[in-house]
Structures are given as structure tokens and as C-alpha cells.
């Protein structure tokens, strides 16, 4: 109900993940469903492995952490990545990921320091706190269970600083896997490890 109300109410995402290499994007040049099976008209497991600098085998021995240390980052028209993970390999040379693709799309691989990605959650607070005309109320926090495993230890930190801004220390938080989001632009998207806010005021638009 609260957010149909005239509270203020602030939204947010973000993950802190990166660029891994200099040079131009890749173009998803055929996909199904959440499989990546080409990137510039090559097979998508060469294209990985060829980007981290190592091989095809080795990707495929240690996909799950490749796929969580260095994600696939989906680029935006706003410029921001939405961020899908590989977990698997199909056929020896196509990339099962967390969530679906689309042919066209441009995506790099991308990679993030613990820093960078606690730095993304206090953005998101401070921009929330900001929107709700710095009276938080209520947080609900949603983040990936792939974001905690990386995060490890400062999976408490991040949670210290989502409550940071709170008035009344109230928050839920839910760790789940491959998440919806709904940007500004209002297109929803399916992501992973990426920290979601949405915080509540306890003040009315028109006070």
C-alpha cells in the first residue's frame, strides 16, 4: 500500500561490477533463451576464455567461479550493465547464464572489487535517503546469493550499511537468485548479484 501512498519513496540497484578489458563491446550474435552461443559470430565459450586470458578447459572446469567472478555485464541505453552470470556450459561451447538474453545485445565481461561493490550499496542508500527527503522509515533490500558467497565476511558490512540511514533501524532484507528489477527507464530485467533497495518515508508528498 505504501507504495501507492503519497510517501516519498526511494528505488534503487546497483552492484559496483565493471569492465574487465580495454576495446570495443561484444554483440550477441546468437542466443536462446539464457543461452549465450555467439558473441561477433564466435563460440561464446572461446570468446570467455579468450577474454580472461585463459582456456577453453579451464573455463569449463571452473565455470561457477569464472561465471561469479567474472560475470557478463548487459549494456543499457542510460550506459549501466545489468549483470547475468554463467553457470554452466552447454555442448562444449555455448554459456548457460542466469538469466535470458537477446540477439543484438552488447555485453562485456565485467568484474568488481569487494570495495567497489559495498561503495554501489551506499550509493544506493544515500540516494534513497536523498529521495525520501532523508526520513527513511523502512528498507526492503533484496540482493543476489551469488552477491553474498563473493562478498563473503562483508556480507555483514554491506547489511550495517543499508541500515546506516535508517531512523528506526527497520529493515527486511531477503537474499535470493536472479532477481527482477525495474529500473527508472521501467523496463524490467532479470539480474544477478546486484544490491536492490526500495526505502519508504515517513513523510506525505504533500507536507
Known amino acids: 500500500m505504501a507504495i501507492y501512498s503519497n510517501l516519498y519513496v526511494g528505488l534503487g540497484?546497483?552492484?559496483?561490477?565493471?569492465?574487465?578489458?580495454?576495446?570495443?563491446?561484444?554483440?550477441?550474435?546468437?542466443?536462446?533463451?539464457?543461452?549465450?552461443?555467439e558473441a561477433n559470430d564466435r563460440n561464446a565459450i572461446d570468446v570467455y576464455a579468450e577474454?580472461?586470458?585463459t582456456t577453453v578447459d579451464d573455463v569449463k572446469k571452473n565455470i561457477l567461479k569464472y561465471g561469479m567472478?567474472?560475470?557478463?555485464?548487459?549494456?543499457?541505453?542510460?550506459?549501466n550493465y545489468s549483470i547475468i552470470s554463467p553457470f554452466a556450459i552447454v555442448d562444449d561451447k555455448y554459456i548457460r547464464c542466469a538469466a535470458f538474453l537477446n540477439k543484438g545485445g552488447i555485453i562485456d565481461i565485467v568484474q568488481a572489487s569487494?570495495?567497489?561493490?559495498?561503495?554501489?550499496?551506499?550509493?544506493?542508500?544515500?540516494?534513497?535517503?536523498m529521495k525520501t527527503q532523508n526520513s527513511v522509515a523502512l528498507?526492503?533490500?533484496?540482493?543476489?546469493?551469488?552477491?553474498?558467497?563473493?562478498?563473503?565476511?562483508?556480507?555483514?558490512?554491506?547489511?550495517?550499511?543499508?541500515?546506516?540511514?535508517?531512523?528506526?533501524?527497520?529493515?527486511?532484507?531477503?537474499?535470493?537468485y536472479a532477481e527482477h528489477i525495474t529500473p527508472e527507464d521501467g523496463q524490467a530485467k532479470m539480474v544477478n548479484e546486484t544490491f536492490?533497495?526500495?526505502s519508504f518515508s515517513n513523510k506525505l508528498i504533500t507536507e
Open 196 to 198: 536492490t533497495s526500495i
Open 13 to 37: 540497484s546497483s552492484h559496483g561490477f565493471e569492465r574487465k578489458t580495454k576495446g570495443n563491446p561484444l554483440r550477441i550474435t546468437k542466443c536462446k533463451d539464457n543461452i549465450l552461443m
Open 69 to 79: 567472478d567474472y560475470p557478463i555485464g548487459i549494456l543499457g541505453p542510460d550506459g
Open 139 to 176: 528498507s526492503l533490500c533484496f540482493s543476489c546469493s551469488m552477491r553474498k558467497i563473493k562478498l563473503a565476511k562483508d556480507y555483514i558490512r554491506e547489511a550495517k550499511i543499508a541500515t546506516a540511514n535508517l531512523k528506526s533501524n527497520t529493515l527486511v532484507g531477503i537474499y535470493g
Open 51 to 53: 577474454t580472461l586470458k
Open 114 to 129: 569487494k570495495q567497489k561493490m559495498l561503495k554501489a550499496t551506499q550509493m544506493i542508500s544515500n540516494t534513497n535517503k
